[in-house]
């Protein structure tokens, strides 16, 4: 079963790795991007290293 993303989870994982490359990542920015990804994955019933691991090869090989 293909794990699903929200727009949202999306685009905050996509500033976080915008801020990780310019070197630039703050705490805010990776905390709410964990909390989001803990979030999304127990209301939809979806293993969180999962969800954290589809997330990251979405926003870092898109073209995977």
Do not use: F
Request: hydrophobic share 45%; proline share 2%; aromatic share 2%.
């Amino acid at each position: 079963m293909a794990i699903e993303l929200s727009d949202e989870l999306i685009e905050l994982g996509q500033r976080s790795w915008d801020e990780i490359q310019a070197g630039a990542l703050t705490v805010d920015t990776a905390a709410a991007v964990q909390a989001a990804i803990t979030e999304h994955a127990k209301a939809t019933e979806q293993d969180r290293g999962k969800v954290e691991a589809a997330l990251k090869k979405r926003v870092r090989h898109p073209e995977a």
